[in-house]
């Protein structure tokens, strides 16, 4: 059994810049793509970004395109998330995602291509 466990939210003033982490551990674990998801109070849990974990090609969501970067390390299975330039409407709990099978390329953004999640971090970014 894979667990995934999500590390580094917290409070950011607007304009400021955290890294989140996601560090995988059980079996041997080899997914296809990983993933970065988002919920906020009272919305439905939206895609992040996502990453090839073989060959480390990424996938960001529009809204954030430019603001934030996925990355993944094989060798140690972190999966991590560097924001940068945090506005108000990205607090919410960041979530990470495992999917064991290829999910296909239109299905990347969706929460149902994803086998293994972990409990979530939350990120406020408020003054």
């Known amino acids: 059994q894979v667990q995934l466990l999500e590390s580094g939210g917290g409070l950011v003033q607007p304009g400021g810049s955290l890294r989140l982490s996601c560090a995988a551990s059980?079996?041997?674990?080899?997914?296809?793509?990983m993933a970065w998801f988002r919920q906020a109070p009272g919305k439905e849990r939206e895609f992040v970004a996502a990453?090839?974990?073989?060959?480390?090609?990424?996938r960001h969501a529009d809204s954030v395109l430019g603001r934030f970067t996925i990355s993944r390390d094989n060798a140690k299975n972190t999966l991590s998330l560097q924001m940068n330039f945090l506005k108000p409407e990205d607090t919410a709990s960041y979530y990470c995602?495992?999917?064991?099978?290829?999910?296909?390329?239109?299905?990347?953004?969706?929460?149902?291509?994803?086998?293994?999640w972990g409990q979530g971090t939350q990120v406020t970014v408020s003054s």
């Open positions: 995602a495992a999917s064991d099978s290829p999910p296909g390329i239109d299905n990347i953004p969706r929460v149902t291509a994803y086998d293994i």
């Open positions: 059980g079996r041997t674990f080899s997914p296809y793509v």
């Open positions: 990453i090839s974990w073989e060959h480390g090609t990424p």
